[in-house]
């Protein structure tokens, strides 16, 4: 007769490996982000080079956003898990979203000779928006972490995870407002565009490490 258990488990390991999946696209993208911000690196290399560092990051986001859109909704054990699938899923949703505005932004960076408005409207815009749509998600991340764990326990499944991602939606919101295009073609403040998107890329580095899969009582 079939092993049912065996099928569970073959089941559990395929899950954890899409799980770890997705935590290392979300590094990756951090990854390239955080170096694309990077002083010597933006130093060293041209615009062009570091712009496409960016889009490649934003795309490696992406497909861990539509990774982690599929696990959502799943069952939490212990757990009101109606309440929490919804705002999983919500999260889930608002920022692949966001990746999808991020893909725009820096895809756009890399068409030579924009005007300032084309600036505006395909790459400074696009990139508040997805901004805004991190921060929406990371709000949502939270309710649902004091569904399952509370906010600030050590023995908590994510929640180390949840605030580092929150903190880093913050610092990308920070640097995307930094990064308005003035009437000269230049941004409001180049500084703190970098710091906040080296910082926010950090943030959400160490948030993808972080992240460890659920276990059920049966696993």
């Known amino acids: 007769m ?12 395929r899950r954890d490996l899409k799980l770890r999946r997705e935590s290392w696209g979300f590094a990756v993208g951090s990854t390239l982000f955080a170096l694309g911000a990077a002083p010597l690196y933006v130093s060293a290399v041209d615009a062009r080079l570091d712009n496409t560092t960016y889009f ?9 956003g539509f990774v982690q859109l599929r696990l959502s909704g799943r069952p939490v054990p212990n757990a009101e898990s109606h309440k929490i699938e919804k705002y999983d ?3 889930a949703l608002v920022q692949f979203i966001g990746t999808l505005l991020f893909n725009v932004s820096t895809g756009a960076a890399l068409i030579i000779g924009l005007t300032v408005d084309e600036s505006r409207d395909w790459v400074w815009r696009p990139d508040i928006l997805g901004s805004v749509g991190f921060l929406v998600s ?23 995870s949840t605030w580092f991602n929150m903190l880093g939606s913050v610092a990308f919101g920070v640097s995307a407002g930094a990064a308005f295009v003035t009437p000269s073609g230049k941004l409001e403040d180049a500084t ?8 926010g890329a950090i943030c959400f580095l160490v948030a993808a490490l972080l992240m460890r899969a659920p276990r059920s009582k049966s696993a």
């Open 56 to 64: 490649i990051g934003s795309l490696f986001f992406t497909i861990a």
């Open 89 to 91: 899923w919500w999260a």
């Open 2 to 13: 079939p092993d049912k258990n065996a099928s569970k488990r073959w089941t559990g390991q």
């Open 192 to 199: 703190v565009a970098n710091m906040g998107t080296l910082i």
């Open 138 to 160: 990371s709000a949502l991340a939270v309710i649902a972490t004091t569904e399952t764990d509370k906010l600030w326990d050590p023995h908590a499944r994510n929640w180390r």
